[in-house]
């Protein structure tokens, strides 16, 4: 079984909007609704976790039934710190699936992510044990010597940008967090299971990535997201106009 871990517990307003910017609507739609629904609408994923803000729980409930998000079973709640959301959708799962089973572990805030980066997820994952959506660093950059200048360059080669959806294999994950956990490792390190992953000798494992496939963190992300969906809803009617 491949789950979805939807991590919707964080409660950042750099868009301005008043409220967590993943239940910030868009033509009418809250972000998270189109999130789920590329999970819910690809045909390798059976099912989709939300790991949510307390407060927010009766609302994804409704947003569940008004979407008709069939493949959303579980809603845990979301923790203090990124890490400890991701704790907690984890061992909600305790229970649910199996040590083989895949979990996608995926931004709430990142709606742009397409079928195929999914597919290559799972695919890398069921190879490799884990897999990173990643894409190559593009842009010239450099070293800052201070807040005014740059005498340092940066090999554009040796850079791997990485974003969710963040594959493993259930036991994996499981299993690296409570030894996080254990050791006190999960205190030490900046909130990503990619670096918990590093910081406790892992390999982190690439699969496809876009440069499209963006997080929203500010207003001009949910300007561009708006684009992006109606974008997609004229090359719907344009395939529809031609059948």
Not at 83 to 96: P, T, Y
Not at 232 to 237: E, G, V
């Amino acid at each position: 079984m491949n789950v979805a871990v939807i991590l919707a517990g964080g409660v950042g307003n750099r868009v301005g909007a008043g409220i967590p910017k993943q239940f910030v609507e868009v033509l009418g739609k809250p972000v998270l609704a189109y999130t789920v629904e590329k999970f819910q609408n690809h045909p390798m994923i059976d099912a989709v976790e939300i790991v949510c803000i307390h407060s927010y729980i009766p609302y994804m409930e409704e947003m569940r039934e008004k979407y008709g998000l069939t493949k959303m079973k579980w809603i845990a709640e979301g923790g203090a710190t990124f890490q400890e959301s991701v704790l907690n959708g984890i061992n909600h799962l305790r229970d649910k699936i199996e040590d083989d089973d895949i979990v996608l572990v995926h931004f709430a805030a990142n709606p742009f992510v397409e079928e195929e980066i999914i597919t290559d997820a799972i695919r890398v994952c069921e190879k490799k044990g884990n897999a990173i959506s990643t894409t190559p660093f593009y842009i010239l950059s450099g070293l800052k010597d201070d807040e005014t200048k740059c005498s340092t360059w940066i090999d554009r080669d040796t850079i791997a940008c990485m974003n969710s959806p963040h594959a493993f294999r259930y036991a994996y994950i499981r299993d690296l967090y409570a030894e996080a956990v254990e050791t006190g490792a999960i205190n030490e390190v900046e909130p990503h299971t990619t670096t918990l992953m590093w910081h406790m000798g892992q390999t982190v494992y690439f699969s496809k990535g876009s440069q499209t496939n963006l997080k929203i963190t500010t207003r001009e992300d949910l300007d561009l997201f708006e684009g992006y969906v109606l974008m997609k809803q004229k090359r719907q009617r344009e395939a529809e106009a031609e059948e």
